[in-house]
Structure formats: structure tokens, C-alpha cells
Nanobody, 120 residues
Framework: QVQLVESGGGLVQPGGSLRLSCAAS????????MGWHRQAPGKQRELVAS???????NYADSVKGRFTISRDNAKNTVYLQMNSLKPEDTAVYTC??????????????WGQGTQVTVSS
């Protein structure tokens, strides 16, 4: 099985920055894509950013230009650099990883989630 451990959440002021990390552990043969989702109270979960094994990135319109997703393949870790944070960014952020444990066995893992609160 593959486990994900998230870190970096917390309380920040509007306009501030935060860097989230998500490290995958276990037997990982291949990682195909990594991403970050978020969910605020009363709202549906949305995809914030994703990155493929080839380096292709995608962002939600609401965070484009402010957030940057990156990865460290050697550490099986994905990061989300969050700049110019707004109160509406407040949510539980969860990472997920899609890949394979063998050449024929795919997996999808989700982290527990980390709280990000943007408030004065």
C-alpha cells in the first residue's frame, strides 16, 4: 500500500504565503500524476492543481498565477507553493497520487488533509 503524509498547513494572513508538502511512501513502481484538492464548508471538493509525470501542470482558474505545483521525483514528494493568499482560499487541502505498485497494478492514494486558514 501507498501512504501519503501532508504537512505545511496553518494560519496565515491575507497576502501571505504557505508551502504544502506531500510525501508518498511504500512500494511505488511508477507515479503517473500528483495533485492537490481542497474543500471548504458548504462547497464541493475542487481540483486546485495537478502535475503529470511528464511535467504538465494544470491549475484552477481561481489560483492561477498565485499557486505553483512542483515535484521531487527522487523523494516522491509533491509541493504546492501558495502565494498572495486570500480568505477564500481557506479550506482543507488534500493531496492525491496516481501511479502503479507494479507494471500491471495501478493505485490511487489520498492524504488525510491539512487545514489552511487565511484570516487577519
Amino acid at each position: 500500500q501507498v501512504q501519503l503524509v501532508e504537512s505545511g498547513g496553518g494560519l496565515v494572513q491575507p497576502g501571505g504565503s504557505l508551502r504544502l508538502s506531500c510525501a508518498a511512501s511504500g512500494h511505488i513502481f511508477r507515479i503517473d500524476a500528483m495533485g492537490w484538492h481542497r474543500q471548504a464548508p458548504g462547497k464541493q471538493r475542487e481540483l486546485v492543481a495537478s502535475i503529470t509525470s511528464g511535467g504538465t501542470t494544470n491549475y484552477a482558474d481561481s489560483v492561477k498565477g498565485r499557486f505553483t505545483i512542483s515535484r521531487d521525483n527522487a523523494k516522491n514528494t509533491v509541493y504546492l507553493q501558495m502565494n498572495s493568499l486570500k480568505p477564500e482560499d481557506t479550506a482543507v487541502y488534500t493531496c492525491n497520487v496516481l501511479g502503479a505498485t507494479t507494471s500491471r497494478m495501478k493505485f490511487e492514494s489520498w492524504g488525510q488533509g491539512t487545514q489552511v486558514t487565511v484570516s487577519s
